[in-house]
Nanobody, 126 residues
Framework: EVQLVESGGGLVQAGGSLRLPCAAS????????IGWFRQAPGKPRRGVAC??????????ADSDFVKGRFTNSRDTTKNTVYPQMNRLKPEDTAVYYC?????????????????WGQGTQVTVSS
């Protein structure tokens, strides 16, 4: 059974940090790109970052909301990706999802991913 399980969400004050591990099982982790998305209430799901298989190159959303504040790493021995958000802002409040795709043509498009986690809620208070 394929599973992607996010953890690490919760309530944090503005300026704080959160790490959102995404643990994968049931597929060959090293062959998949792992994307990271978020969805705020009433908004579409939006790509935040993607760490690719093989090269482990990471793409980040080309937007001020990500640049310089988010990092991403991948541990193939543990089948886990470790997105981390720093200097959090209230507008970062959303449900955060990880997703796995073999060859997403556009890393920030949800349609390019085959498997999804259940999501973890992040709430940032001002």
């Amino acid at each position: 059974e394929v599973q992607l399980v996010e953890s690490g969400g919760g309530l944090v004050q503005a300026g704080g940090s959160l790490r959102l591990p995404c643990a994968a099982s049931g597929f060959t982790f090293g062959d998949y790109a792992i994307g990271w998305f978020r969805q705020a209430p009433g908004k579409p799901r939006r790509g935040v970052a993607c760490i690719h298989s093989g090269t482990r190159r990471t793409n980040y959303a080309d937007s001020d909301f990500v640049k310089g504040r988010f990092t991403n790493s991948r541990d193939t021995t543990k089948n886990t990706v470790y997105p981390q958000m720093n200097r959090l802002k209230p507008e970062d409040t959303a449900v955060y999802y990880c997703a796995a795709g073999r060859t997403p043509l556009a890393w920030n498009s949800p349609s390019g991913y085959d498997y999804w986690g259940q999501g973890t809620q992040v709430t940032v208070s001002s």
